[in-house]
């Protein structure tokens, strides 16, 4: 079962930021917060991921509070090709162990 | 980055016919495979781990006799959907793992199934 719970669906303007909030506030310490997306019939896609530190790359920023309850992810200038199905979700890192993905959010950019 | 590929990339087929579909590792080699099933407006569904050279893994409630799973070699692992039936029409996803590139999953494009 996902160990994460997110909004089902959000908007956002295109050109503002996108903020996604994700809830797992039963993250143990060895697991990492992992997002990626759908784009509609698509594979998903890996966005970031982090442990407990703020991650930022060219696609996106991730914040994790420092409880480790939960998590944002920031697109920082959303454009209407980011409209899709995000996925939070929690992970141990070491080892090959599967992606079990929750219901995700899905983010509608509009124009 | 890695690429991960598919095919067919759909696929068509009559009721009781067997379809494989192939997840090929592009620049990478892979010693776990995993596969998804995914049906429509739902999210991914682990069906399968696969790790080279052994058998697969299936989740709970996965026929293992209906979906062969087979994991020959470092970049190719096919999924067989033996004597398909409407309800087996579904998007079926593999991902990768790169032991070098740390514990990353890299998915391929997915494949749609559809039996008639």
């Known amino acids: 079962d996902a160990k994460t719970t997110q909004p089902p669906s959000m908007d956002c303007a295109e050109g503002r930021a996108a903020n996604l909030p994700c809830n797992h506030s039963?993250?143990?310490?060895?697991?990492?917060v992992y997002w990626y997306r759908q784009i509609h019939s698509q594979g998903p896609q890996y966005i970031i991921h982090?442990?407990?530190n703020n991650e930022t790359n060219e696609m996106a920023s991730l914040i994790i509070t420092e409880d480790r309850k939960s998590s944002t992810l920031i697109l920082p200038h959303a454009t209407l090709r980011d409209t899709a199905v995000y996925y939070c979700?929690?992970?141990?890192?070491?080892?090959?162990?599967?992606?079990?993905f929750g219901k995700g959010t899905r983010l509608s950019v509009i124009a | 980055g890695a690429v991960v590929s598919q095919h067919p990339s759909w696929v068509i087929c009559k009721s009781g016919t067997s379809v494989k579909i192939e997840c090929r590792s592009l620049?990478?080699?892979?010693?776990?495979m995993f596969w998804y099933r995914q049906f429509p407006k739902q999210s991914l569904m682990l069906m399968a781990t696969?790790?080279?050279?052994?058998?697969?893994?299936?989740e709970q409630g996965v026929e293992k006799d209906k979906f062969l799973i087979n994991h020959a070699s470092l970049t190719l692992s096919t999924l067989t959907v033996t004597s398909a039936h409407p309800e087996d029409s579904s998007f079926y996803i593999c991902?990768?793992?790169?032991?070098?590139?740390?514990?990353?999953?890299?998915f391929g494009p997915g494949t749609r199934l559809t039996v008639l």
């Open positions: 991902s990768a793992t790169a032991d070098r590139r740390g514990n990353e999953q890299f």
């Open positions: 620049d990478f080699q892979a010693t776990t």
């Open positions: 039963t993250i143990s310490g060895n697991e990492y």
């Open positions: 979700i929690v992970r141990l890192s070491a080892g090959n162990t599967p992606l079990v």
């Open positions: 696969s790790n080279e050279g052994s058998k697969a893994t299936y």
């Open positions: 982090g442990l407990k």
